[in-house]
């Protein structure tokens, strides 16, 4: 099972029109279950930092098959930072992304970036709702 460009580009519209709803400036990544990048959008001015933030979420989130905040309490933990460290420490913990799943499998995640952690992970849930 794989997502779709046109199924990542909705779910990205859908962050944002959440973001947009609630007045806050996003950049949104949608990744495959390899937590390579499907689709990005970054919003007219949306913080700069944020492009790497939500990368890095989606493809916790795409890895784990959890919101990225649930992960940030193993942090610390020998096996996590292990895979975080042999995916080249491109996973980002905290607030703001979660896994989108077809038939009880991972097929990608959307993480969102440039509000706060609640606010981001309203935004992907948002953007996976589209499907």
């Given at each position: 099972?794989?997502?779709?460009?046109?199924?990542?580009?909705?779910?990205?519209?859908?962050?944002?029109?959440?973001?947009?709803?609630?007045?806050?400036?996003?950049?949104?990544?949608v990744c495959d279950a390899g937590g390579?990048?499907?689709?990005?959008?970054?919003?007219?001015?949306?913080?700069?930092?944020?492009?790497?933030?939500?990368?890095?979420?989606a493809a916790a989130s795409a890895a784990?098959?959890?919101?990225?905040?649930?992960?940030?309490?193993?942090?610390?933990?020998?096996?996590?930072?292990?895979?975080?460290?042999?995916?080249?420490?491109?996973?980002?913990?905290?607030?703001?992304?979660?896994?989108?799943?077809?038939?009880?499998?991972?097929?990608?995640?959307?993480?969102?970036?440039?509000?706060?952690?609640?606010?981001?992970?309203?935004?992907?849930?948002?953007?996976?709702?589209?499907?």
């Amino acid at each position: 099972m794989t997502l779709t460009l046109d199924e990542a580009n909705r779910v990205a519209a859908g962050a944002m029109e959440h973001a947009a709803s609630i007045d806050i400036l996003v950049c949104v990544a949608v990744c495959d279950a390899g937590g390579k990048l499907v689709s990005f959008q970054r919003m007219d001015g949306a913080i700069w930092a944020a492009v790497y933030g939500c990368q890095g979420k989606a493809a916790a989130s795409a890895a784990f098959g959890r919101p990225s905040g649930d992960l940030t309490e193993r942090a610390d933990h020998p096996t996590f930072r292990g895979i975080v460290a042999k995916d080249g420490g491109h996973m980002i913990l905290g607030r703001g992304a979660v896994p989108i799943m077809r038939d009880g499998q991972v097929i990608g995640a959307c993480g969102v970036g440039g509000g706060t952690g609640e606010e981001d992970e309203e935004c992907a849930a948002a953007g996976v709702a589209t499907l």
